[in-house]
DNA sequence: GTTAGCATGTAAGGAGTTACATGATTTT
DNA sequence: AAAATCATGTAACTCCTTACATGCTAAC
């Protein structure tokens, strides 16, 4: 998720990493940030994988031997996207099974890169997330009906907060939804995102063939 | 987290593990549950540090030698909190540093289990928890007001329903702070003055009212 | 010239998950 | 008797956090 995340906002200019947490805060909506000490090792698997490259200040000749470095070189290092890193990146947000939208943090972030994602899979993961909010939404409505003895108010408190949050959730999800639909209506399907280059239909690979994708799609 | 959770639904009365994770799935909202994978575990652990014992079925005599536990022994296995279990559960429920209320989780488990929590501490953490959330709020309002621009409809929504979350977490927060206020103004404790030690229902094992209602509550 | 914020990293560890392995009991 | 559900447990692993260690740069 977090690679996922970093490669994203890559995507959009390079950074060095203090940078790319700001950016991270804000984009999850100051809702969870990550430390330095997950984003760090991070971007080493990144560069490792050769997904980024980075753009160093003195290439380490500058150096004397006499001034070993004690943990690291330093100064600001730039990270930049590679190709590789690019068509990984859309791999990943190709993805539309239930990794995408069981979590809810990890829905946040791919929805917060639905921009380099293609149309058919922003649908398919916002439904999926209805049904797993809706499915959330009705063990607490049945929770609720059923146990008004059995739990204290604060309990109770507590699930109703959940229940109405989780409301919100489906009724937004929806408005998204329709969006998308009315989009994909004006947009004749050929070219649902300028942005990225189609090779095909978002890749068959995605997440497992077994995952129930036989649903009737609505017009 | 986990172990709290435990030790507060024994508290209500005996259990074996899988019960305790279906009643633990429906406090905490259906929203997350937990895997056997960490459940037993932390059995295991509340059990080694004496805070629950075992009723196991049959004491092992029954089994004939050529019959050998591969795995370990089958058959329900009760759980019940001991004396220690719940001081140390009381101990914990007392605690109302920024680790009660800073993650949602974590509040969520110790709301779940304000029955048996302080006046005092409920406050506290209920207090601690709006600071929280309404940081977060400014944090989500001042990058709306900034960001329009810069972000794309995707991130854009995204904010907007996390503000819109946080400001219904913050209300509901205000109500159940001003609940608060009304009860303790109603049951006049004889020091409403928070500095003293309160060990009501905290009291080391024996001497405690009973996990059954800590104090009758005025409706 | 020192404090505050920018910047990079490592090591240890917490808190859970999935996958696996097994068996008991109830329903069909 | 097969299938579903109840029930217990281990091993390997993921993903992230905290605490630590270090140093640069701008402002006061």
Known sequence: MLEFAILGLLQQSPMHGYELRKQLAQVLGG??????????PALKRLHAA???????????????????????????VVYRITAEGKEHFHELAGRSGPEAY???????????????TAADVRLR????????????????????????????????????????????????????????????????TDHPDPDRPRDDGAGPAGTGPGEGTGRPRPT
Chains 1, 2 share one sequence.
């Open 50 to 76: 050769g997904y980024v490259t980075t753009d160093e200040p003195a290439p380490g000749a500058l150096l004397p031997a006499d001034a070993p470095p004690l943990t690291g070189r330093r100064g600001k």
């Open 125 to 188: 993961i916002l439904e999926g997330r209805r049904r797993t909010v809706e499915r959330q939404r009705e063990g607490l409505r049945a929770s609720l009906a059923r146990t008004r003895e059995r739990f204290d108010r604060y309990t109770l408190e507590l699930q109703r907060h959940g229940l109405d949050s989780v409301d919100r959730e489906v009724r937004w999800l929806a408005e998204l939804i329709d969006r998308e639909l009315v989009d994909t209506e004006r947009t004749p």
């Open 102 to 116: 069981d979590d809810g943090g990890l829905f946040g972030v791919r929805l917060a890169f639905f921009r380099h």
């Open 31 to 40: 809702l969870r940030s990550i430390s330095y000490g997950s984003l760090y």
